[in-house]
């Protein structure tokens, strides 16, 4: 489940104050499993309290942990119930005049350092490492994505567009109940060598290689999948790319368990890319990490992987007005190694 409200006070602890204000959606949603448009969440050492409007009132009442104290009431009720703590901690990250209105309301007019202090390195270190709740949540999301692959690819005719194709596949998901975790990446042929290519117009044709990079979001959380499939025929040295791009994949999954540095284990396939004499193709990071938001902690820097988190593994190659190949795995960070919650075929799949 979201966070309980003793829970949510470890917020003050971690980030050394005696109060805290959480305004952004994403906070929001790991503490308290709710998705609302407006609301602000107090922490004070005498609990934790949620103001909303009358919109969203009667419903987070049933939906959020009676240990939450839930207040009619906005960003200004939220703010005035922190004025009697010393220390303060809000998100850095906020609007700007959110921010200072909320400076003012507390009484802290101009003070930025000392009494107030950034809440949200404490929030993403915690929204990390993931709870059984929020790993189910995530199985749940990918899962959905993984049965979309296999419903699109019935889809799949000369002359569909990139438009045509991308709604279809959201349209699957959200069938299955879901909603988007973001806006599908569908690519064709030479689209495909832009790794965030927008989608067009553009007709599928034989020889193409389709990528779509796609994920759904359940109960908050996302999900995040790439497959790469060729259209009616292969051409010259795309399957040698393919078998390359699926290779270091596998390489870098293989790399991943707890206490292993992030930039290590791109680095493995970094140095396999360059022994393929192709590491200028492998324009991007190695993948990121995947809760509430599609991009968050962890990522691959110099920060040692922590088991319960859960990260994707995105080895990609690209040639300019040519062709792209991506394969996207999204997997769970455990002591043995690197539980792949992506279930889908990543071999090559030749359309006829």
């Known amino acids: 489940m979201p966070l309980n409200a003793d829970e949510c006070r470890r917020i003050l602890d971690m980030a050394k104050v005696d109060g805290a204000l959480i305004f952004t959606e994403p906070n929001r949603i790991y503490l308290t499993g709710y998705a609302s448009t407006q609301a602000a969440i107090a922490v004070t050492g005498k609990g934790a309290f949620y103001f909303t409007d009358k919109r969203y009132l009667s419903e987070a009442r049933e939906r959020i942990s009676a240990e939450y104290e839930i207040r009619e009431g906005s960003i200004t009720e939220a703010c005035k119930s922190l004025k009697k703590c010393a220390r303060v901690g809000v998100e850095f990250n906020m609007p700007h005049n959110q921010y200072r209105y909320a400076l003012g309301v507390m009484g802290k007019p101009g003070t930025v350092f000392g009494c107030v202090k950034d809440v949200s390195p404490a929030l993403y270190e915690m929204r990390s490492v993931k709870s059984a709740y929020e790993l189910g949540c995530i199985e749940k999301a990918q899962s959905i994505t993984d049965a979309a692959f296999t419903e699109i690819l019935k889809f799949i005719r000369e002359g569909v567009s990139e438009t045509e194709l991308a709604a279809r596949l959201e349209y699957i998901m959200q069938s299955k109940g879901a909603t988007l975790a973001f806006d599908t ?118 920060q040692p992987l922590r088991e319960g988190q859960v990260i994707t593994v995105e080895p990609g190659l690209y040639f300019d007005g040519d062709f792209g190949i991506r394969i996207e795995d999204m997997v769970k960070i455990t002591q043995d190694g690197a539980d792949n919650l992506t279930k889908s075929d990543k071999s090559l799949i030749i359309l006829k």
């Not at 020889?207 to 908050?220: P, S, V």
């Not at 284990?265 to 990121?288: I, P, Q, Y």
């Open 185 to 302: 990446i569908m690519a064709f042929g030479e689209n495909g060598a832009k790794p965030h290519a927008h989608r067009s117009e553009r007709a599928l044709k034989e020889g193409d290689f389709i990528t779509m990079d796609f994920g759904a979001r359940w109960h908050g959380y996302c999900s995040d999948m790439t497959r790469t499939v060729a259209f009616k025929s292969l051409e010259g040295r795309k399957a040698d790319v393919y078998a390359a791009v699926l290779e270091a994949n596998r390489r870098g999954i293989a790399f991943l368990r707890a206490g292993v540095i992030g930039k290590q284990a791109e680095n493995c396939v970094r140095e396999f890319f360059k022994e393929s004499g192709v590491e200028k193709n492998f324009t991007h990071s190695l993948g990121h990490g995947v809760g509430i938001d599609i991009h968050e902690q962890p990522y691959y820097n110099s």
